[in-house]
């Protein structure tokens, strides 16, 4: 039978078992959205910016595993994608963006939103076609979805100019493609698991250090199942968070920048560090010549380009953390580590991540660690996105996350505005989950249009703003390394304010935007909270509101920093500490 184009991906969509496609429509894929238009099994989610649909395709496929899905029309539509594209390559998110392109006669014209988003995507796909030939669209199709979701999972991005939607042609789409040169290693090479084996047992001082490829490939379970064999602590990166439950005794949290101390420390003296699906970034390691200088290093990696890429690594295993850690695990002894253990206990008391209440930093505002840890106690099982900046720091540190794909942020891009449509695709694909976004003043503005999105479909996604009236991240770099000239870091800015302001003051304008108004403006719930009494009984009326979004806008303290810090350039055990008050 004759099909065209458009009807060929609807029916491809179908096969793959897509339910939820995010989306913005325009001139050439017009024929698409109208091939949807009757779909009663594939539900449409009409973005109100590209960039939102692809950060919810991403949350979507996050909190799942299940590939997310985004079409939108070319030109500007296109290069709308590419933030969310390239937040989702870096972070190893199965997303497939259809992006629609001009007939096929009019490519190279500089044609009415005409952008060459293959080559604009290149370098930021896992991979990208552009469709020239309808006979090659289900084949294309079904490349698309097996790459996006199989090996180092990433965004696959297919270009269909206006003619070969139009076209009709064969209604075929194969059940299975096998793709030149692309052929994912599973299993790890058995010799170089002995030898990992072998290293772990008469390691003296050993830890795990695990990464978001751990929950990309489904390994928490097993790996919990290896911590409790061996009883040798775990560090992770921002990425690894959940892999262990954070409250667990030989979790010691994060290693890096904005790591805890314990994680800085043990890793700065491990004699064996077992790497699993991590990538050893700049924001974990610190200084590479510092970095863990005694330890001989194992690395488990699905991706063969990340071993030995910026550490290099004495038994490398390339495969799928599940599946080495499955052959594994029946080899694993626990080392003797008793010294260590005690050395560890000692470290964690040193400089505790806690709170001390009570130190109120005098200005009336609230703590957001305090904040976060509310959030912590009403809602211990939601799913958490952030922001980017001191909010997605404090959230790593002062939310204990117990379960796997429970925290969506954007480790390696570092992008602001992911948070909020990324909780809106996490919502819609989990929903009997709470979503909340723990988000920066600054941020949330950067896709806030997508409250329209979240009203619409009625998700109670409940946004936290921890508004400090400042891109707090770069104002903490600023007041540490730049003498506090907070240059177009304040957000309350006004014709009243002093040159060159070196902080806040009675001279403040007021707050704005008023969250609260702009939540109430586009039909959700808006509350404001300044006073530490009124955290929980906030979150708790967010809590029971189940058919709207629900904005918190936390008037917290504005100067509050996020320590440790390791500065850039510094060792990992070089950590700088708060002031006095703060934790
Ligand atoms: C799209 C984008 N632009 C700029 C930056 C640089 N940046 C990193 S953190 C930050 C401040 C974020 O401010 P806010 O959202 O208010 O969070 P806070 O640090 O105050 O919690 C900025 C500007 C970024 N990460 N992403
Ligand atoms: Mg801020």
Same mark, same amino acid.
């Given at each position: 039978m004759k099909i065209s184009g458009a009807e060929l991906f609807i029916k491809a969509l179908k096969a793959e078992g897509v339910k939820h496609l995010f989306g913005f429509p325009g001139g050439v894929v017009i024929p698409v959205f109208d091939a949807? @238009? #009757?779909?009663?099994?594939? !539900?449409?989610?009409?973005?109100? /910016?590209?960039?939102?649909?692809?950060?919810? *395709?991403?949350?979507?496929?996050?909190?799942?595993?299940?590939?997310?899905?985004?079409?939108?029309?070319?030109g500007p539509g296109a290069t709308n994608t590419v933030t969310g594209i390239a937040t989702a390559n870096f972070d190893s998110v199965p997303i497939v963006c259809f992006t629609g392109q001009v007939s096929r006669s009019m490519i190279g014209n500089d044609a009415f939103q005409e952008a060459d988003i293959v080559g604009i995507t290149r370098p %930021?796909?896992? /991979?990208?076609?552009?469709?020239?030939?309808?006979?090659?669209?289900?084949? %294309?199709?079904?490349?698309?979805?097996?790459?996006?979701?199989?090996?180092?999972?990433?965004?696959?991005?297919?270009?269909?100019? !206006?003619?070969?939607?139009?076209? !009709?042609?064969?209604?075929?789409?194969?059940?299975?493609?096998?793709?030149?040169? @692309?052929?994912?290693?599973?299993?790890? /090479?058995?010799?170089?698991?002995?030898r990992a084996v072998g290293e772990l047992k008469k390691a003296k001082r050993p830890l795990f250090y695990v990464g978001g490829g751990i929950h990309i490939a489904g390994a928490v379970e097993i790996f919990r199942k290896a911590v409790k064999k061996t009883g040798v602590p775990v560090v992770h990166s921002l990425m690894g968070i959940g892999a262990l439950p954070g409250d667990n005794p030989?979790?010691?949290? &994060? %290693?890096?920048m904005h790591g805890t101390y314990v994680a800085n &420390? #043990?890793?700065?003296?491990?004699?064996?560090?077992?790497?699993?699906g991590n990538r050893?970034?700049?924001? #974990?390691?610190?200084?590479?010549? !510092?970095? #863990?200088?005694?330890?001989?290093?194992?690395?488990?990696?699905?991706?063969?380009?990340?071993?030995?890429?910026n550490v290099p690594v004495e038994v490398p295993i390339v495969g799928d953390a599940f599946q080495v850690l499955e052959q594994m695990l029946p080899l694993l002894e626990a080392p003797k580590i008793r010294d260590w253990l005690d050395q560890i206990a000692g470290w964690r008391k040193e400089h505790p991540l806690e709170v001390k209440i009570g130190q109120n930093t005098g200005s009336g505002h609230l703590r957001p660690d305090r904040v976060i840890q509310a959030i912590c106690r009403v809602f211990p099982d939601?799913?958490? *996105?952030?922001?980017?900046?001191?909010?997605? &720091?404090?959230?790593?540190?002062?939310?204990?996350?117990?379960?796997?794909?429970?925290?969506?942020?954007?480790?390696?891009?570092?992008?602001?505005? @992911?948070?909020?449509?990324?909780?809106i695709? *996490?919502?819609i694909a989990n929903p009997d989950k709470r979503v909340i976004d723990i988000a920066g003043d600054g941020s949330i503005q950067m896709n806030i249009q997508e409250l329209a999105?979240?009203?619409?479909?009625?998700?109670?996604?409940?946004?936290?703003?921890?508004?400090?009236?400042?891109?707090? &991240?770069?104002?903490?770099?600023?007041?540490?390394?730049?003498?506090?000239?907070?240059?177009?870091?304040?957000?309350?800015?006004? *014709?009243?304010?002093?040159?060159?302001c070196r902080g806040p003051g009675d001279h403040c304008p007021v707050y704005h935007p008023d969250f609260v108004k702009l939540a109430e403006a586009y039909g959700a719930v808006g509350l404001r909270v300044m006073n530490d009494a009124d955290i929980e009984p906030a979150l708790k009326q967010a809590e029971a509101i189940k058919d709207r979004p629900i904005f918190i806008d936390f008037l917290v303290e504005r100067e509050f920093n996020v320590f440790p810090m390791v500065a850039p350039g510094a060792g990992n055990s070089e950590m700088m500490f708060s002031e006095e008050g703060e934790s």
């Open positions: 949807l @238009y #009757a779909e009663t099994e594939i !539900k449409v989610i009409l973005t109100r /910016h590209e960039q939102g649909a692809v950060h919810a *395709a991403d949350g979507y496929a996050r909190s799942t595993g299940k590939t997310g899905v985004c079409l939108v029309t070319s %930021i796909t896992k /991979h990208n076609y552009l469709v020239l030939d309808r006979k090659d669209l289900g084949r %294309i199709l079904k490349e698309a979805f097996t790459i996006a979701n199989s090996g180092r999972p990433g965004p696959v991005l297919v270009d269909l100019p !206006k003619d070969v939607i139009l076209e !009709k042609g064969d209604d075929e789409y194969p059940a299975k493609v096998a793709i030149r040169g @692309y052929n994912p290693v599973l299993k790890g /090479h058995p010799n170089q698991i002995k030989l979790a010691l949290g &994060m %290693i890096g &420390m #043990a890793v700065t003296y491990s004699d064996l560090l077992f790497g699993i050893f970034d700049d924001r #974990a390691t610190g200084d590479l010549s !510092k970095f #863990a200088p005694e330890a001989k290093i194992v690395h488990i990696d699905q991706d063969p380009v990340s071993i030995s890429r939601a799913i958490i *996105a952030t922001e980017v900046g001191q909010n997605q &720091m404090w959230t790593s540190q002062f939310f204990t996350f117990r379960h796997p794909r429970s925290l969506l942020t954007s480790g390696g891009l570092g992008t602001m505005g @992911y948070g909020f449509p990324a909780a695709g *996490a919502q999105t979240a009203v619409q479909n009625r998700l109670p996604v409940i946004v936290a703003i921890l508004n400090n009236g400042y891109l707090g &991240m770069v104002r903490q770099w600023q007041e540490l390394f730049f003498d506090r000239r907070y240059s177009s870091t304040c957000l309350m800015t006004g *014709a009243e304010c002093p040159p060159q």
